[in-house]
T-cell receptor
Framework: DAGVTQSPTHLIKTRGQQVTLRCSPI?????VSWYQQVLGQGPQFIFQ???????GRGNFPDRFSARQFPNYSSELNVNALLLGDSALYLC?????????????FGEGSRLTVL | DQQVKQNSPSLSVQEGRISILNCDYT??????FLWYKKYPAEGPTFLIS?????DKNEDGRFTVFLNKSAKHLSLHIVPSQPGDSAVYFC??????????FGQGTELSVKP
């Protein structure tokens, strides 16, 4: 069975550019969450989507946006990139909206902003 | 405002001995606490969780203890194996369906 898949795995952008990261959840999972992990820190919550609706948003600026499609895949968009946006972006899927149990994470998209 | 803290960035243990990883939190409203393991170049993998109404949960070699009065939880791995070497994150389930993670502890189990 395929796990959570993310693309691209690595990418390099320059300041001011825009980036789109993609995520396909595990089959049957309707909830997708996005996390940002900077070096030396734990993952930080960005967004959660369930049934194509935003169910939670972390403390990130409006430059960050996301959406979920009818097939439950998701995209994370970041506009006007800053050096500080360099991080590993993790997508996670789950069956439920409430995190009483496990999230299944993808391997992440490593973004470097120069 | 770090609501979940792991104060030990690293831990080294001999194979076969017990590994104890610690985590502190500040918000008494968290419902669930979870531990994730992360190998390099992989996403975090769920390990074990505990409800806030319990004080212990065990799964094979892994046991999580929750001390609500101290706002402290710990993960015990017995016996430790070299394959357990990884970064361990504790996380708490907060409002809006999000997980709040600690900074992580890198465990090294030496043969």
């Amino acid at each position: 069975d395929a796990g959570v898949t993310q693309s691209p795995t690595h990418l390099i952008k320059t300041r001011g550019q825009q980036v789109t990261l993609r995520c396909s959840p595990i089959s049957g999972h309707k909830s997708v969450s996005w996390y940002q992990q900077v070096l030396g820190q734990g993952p930080q919550f960005i967004f959660q989507y369930y049934e194509k609706e935003e169910r939670g948003r972390g403390n990130f600026p409006d430059r960050f946006s996301a959406r979920q499609f009818p097939n439950y895949s998701s995209e994370l968009n970041v506009n006007a990139l800053l050096l500080g946006d360099s991080a590993l972006y993790l997508c996670a899927s789950s069956l439920l909206t409430v995190n009483t149990g496990e999230l299944f994470f993808g391997e992440g998209s490593r973004l470097t902003v120069l | 405002d770090q609501q979940v803290k792991q104060n030990s960035p690293s831990l080294s243990v001999q194979e076969g001995r017990i590994s104890i990883l610690n985590c502190d939190y500040t918000n008494s409203m968290f419902d669930y606490f979870l531990w994730y393991k992360k190998y390099p170049a992989e996403g975090p993998t769920f390990l074990i969780s505990i409800s806030s109404i319990k004080d212990k949960n065990e799964d094979g070699r892994f046991t999580v203890f929750l001390n609500k009065s101290a706002k402290h939880l710990s993960l015990h791995i017995v016996p430790s194996q070299p394959g357990d070497s990884a970064v361990y994150f504790c996380a708490a389930s907060g409002q809006g369906g999000k997980l709040i993670f600690g900074q992580g502890t890198e465990l090294s189990v030496k043969p």
